[in-house]
């Protein structure tokens, strides 16, 4: 069982940078592949960026290539986050989930957090 908690949302301006971190339970979970999502107001969840359990294996959504990072520290047991050149169509929950599957992209995660709101200003 893993239970993960997203938090480092908030307000930003439109081109500045925002941190969020993933912090999970369970001892397992270094094992996990991690993803993050988001889902806008009136839109479906989708994919933003997955990685495997050592963080050797990434992969992104087109529309954050290169804007957006993700990382994982497995002695923290936590997955980061980072968003630069932040754009308001950002704005939305943004969910981290993990899977015990080696499998890195967009599927239905078996764990998920609660989310956290980004609002990215024009």
């Known amino acids: 069982q893993v239970q993960l908690v997203e938090s480092g949302g908030g307000l930003v301006q439109a081109g500045g940078s925002l941190r969020l971190s993933c912090a999970a339970s369970?001892?397992?979970?270094?094992?996990?592949?991690v993803g993050w999502f988001r889902q806008a107001p009136g839109k479906e969840r989708e994919f933003v960026a997955a990685?495997?359990?050592?963080?050797?294996?990434?992969d992104y959504a087109d529309s954050v290539k290169g804007r957006l990072t993700i990382s994982r520290d497995n002695a923290k047991n936590a997955v980061y986050l980072q968003m630069n050149s932040l754009r308001p169509e950002d704005t939305a929950v943004y969910y981290c989930?993990?899977?015990?599957?080696?499998?890195?992209?967009?599927?239905?995660?078996?764990?998920w957090g609660q989310g956290t709101q980004v609002t990215v200003s024009s």
């Open positions: 989930a993990a899977d015990r599957k080696f499998t890195v992209g967009s599927y239905e995660y078996e764990y």
């Open positions: 369970g001892r397992s979970f270094r094992w996990y592949t």
């Open positions: 990685t495997s359990w050592s963080g050797g294996s990434t």
